[in-house]
């Protein structure tokens, strides 16, 4: 893919604020009673994000951060705040809630409910989704055109943007992500139910990352960071975010945009593959 300005490679910093929607991910049944629980991921909007904003603001960089309606509502200050600063809110449903896991009218109305809310705050409709998990139904790339949306954020079928299927002839444009560059997966831990895989020590997730950032500079990538505020905004996390920005700034030829920046650019220019949908059939079904 060609990038703008003679760059490279492009380079992307995304922000999952989740908010208590991760309280309710981990222990929908007993979220509300577990006040440990609660604050620790109350930490994220209260704590975590107006630390990555100011991070942000000091290093002069544009970010996308994708807000679950539920938290934008319990949390209308500082998301507005993401808005004013310049940073591009976007969709992550309701209640963080799986597609893949839905029946199609509640689908539809986490979509309907989750743009409202951003829509409500920053004046206009968002124009990126990332799905909750990272679980596309099949239905959702021809949603996301039907709601006017340009680009989902979920996907790990390549390096750079390409398109993928939505209903009929439509085409949805997508930015992939992957789980080696995301924060959740290096410093993920629950003691209650058991999830994560343990705290890693940040140097050895900059290793990891900027191993990563390499590569795709080499390739002439999209690199995106998925990070989420209650696990990067903690003060030995934002330091590491602080090292990868000085790494990605400091490399010549690195376009840091926002996704959205990235969306327009890709299809104002009209590149990207086409990647249809993997053919899964079964044997029996044939
Ligand atoms: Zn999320």
Known sequence: MKWPHGNRCAAALTFDEDGECVAFGYDRANAQRRLSLQSETTYGPDVG??????????REI????????????????IVADVARRGHELAHHGYLHERPDLLEANEE?????KGTEIIQQIT?????????????????????????GLIYDSSLMGDDEPYHIQAEGHERLLEIPVHWTNDDWVHFGFCSSPELGNGISSPSKVYDTW?????GYYQFGGCFVLTMHPFVIGRPSRIRLLDRMIGLIKGTEGVWIATLEEIADYVTQTGQGRFRPRADMRLEEEA
């Open 123 to 147: 004046g206009r409709r968002p124009r990126g989704y990332r799905a909750p998990s990272w679980e596309m139904s099949a239905r959702t790339p021809g949603l996301l055109k039907q709601n």
């Open 210 to 214: 900027s191993e990563e950032f390499l």
């Open 62 to 77: 544009h970010a996308t951060f994708f807000v679950p309606g539920y938290t934008a509502e319990r949390h209308r200050e």
């Open 108 to 112: 539809e109305e986490a979509l309907r």
């Open 49 to 58: 994000l107006p630390r990555v904003l100011d991070l942000l603001e000091s």
